[in-house]
């Protein structure tokens, strides 16, 4: 058993994994700064911390921080300022496809899209603005635009009858036709790789009916399990 402690931009995550990486409670979700979840974790668990966002966390948390220089099953052949998000969502990935290319897209607060190729080998990728982030973009930068939520809206190319909707189809529809760039690209340069949308937002951009496209929820959290015991036991 461990808990998977996820910090983000936005929300922190909660889970609690069997050694299989099933989960053992239902997922809970926190405000960034409140840590009260860590009086409700079993003691005889280990706890591993996935500090995306950086933020100061109390000090008996700290040690189970999983920092860049901790001990990965691949190589890291990327920037040395990459996230450590980003290392765990592709080892997560690699626990649900153990051998071949893979790449992540995660579509959080930013979209970013990891590749580890066929050697093991972790590459990075691009970063781009998340669907909120576009849409509050729009607003802070352009005063007269509303300031929106994210909404699905496919591109009607016979136009809008509304400011509101130009907005929402133009953020959805920008990520949509950023990640089918970035899917082709990987898929000629790795033909058979396998790739996963995760993600807050992940859900309403995954095609989980198109072929070795993947939706997968708990990426990071599999790949918080996955170092854990990769660092025990090497």
């Not at 992540?104 to 590749?115: A, E, K, P």
């Not at 997968?216 to 996955?226: R, T």
Request: proline share 8%; aromatic share 8%; glycine share 8%.
């Amino acid at each position: 058993m461990i808990w998977a402690i996820e910090l983000g931009n936005t929300r922190t995550k909660v889970t609690c994994l069997d050694a299989s990486g099933a989960s053992i409670v239902d997922t809970c979700y926190f405000a960034p700064e409140d840590f009260s979840w860590a009086q409700d974790l079993t003691p005889s668990f280990p706890l591993r911390i996935a500090n995306t966002a950086q933020r100061s966390v109390p000090e008996h948390l700290q040690i189970c921080q999983v920092e860049l220089s901790a001990p990965w099953p691949f190589q890291l052949d990327c920037s040395p300022t990459i996230g450590v998000d980003r290392c765990l969502a592709v080892l997560g990935a690699r626990q649900l496809h153990p051998s071949g290319p893979l790449a992540v897209i995660s579509c959080g607060t930013c979209m970013t899209g990891t590749l580890l190729d066929d050697q093991n080998r972790l590459s990075g990728g691009p970063i781009s603005p998340g669907w909120t982030m576009r849409l509050r973009a729009m607003a802070h930068f352009a005063p007269a635009l509303p300031v929106l939520s994210p909404e699905g809206s496919p591109l009607t190319p016979r136009g809008t009858r509304s400011t509101e909707s130009s907005m929402q189809q133009g953020a959805f529809a920008g990520m949509v036709a950023e990640m089918e760039y970035w899917i082709q690209a990987w898929q000629r340069e790795f033909p058979g790789i396998a790739i996963f949308i995760t993600g807050g937002d992940g859900p309403a951009f995954a095609k989980p009916s198109e072929s070795g496209i993947f939706a997968a929820s708990n990426l990071e959290a599999l790949g918080l399990l996955a170092q854990y015991l990769y660092e025990k036991h090497r």
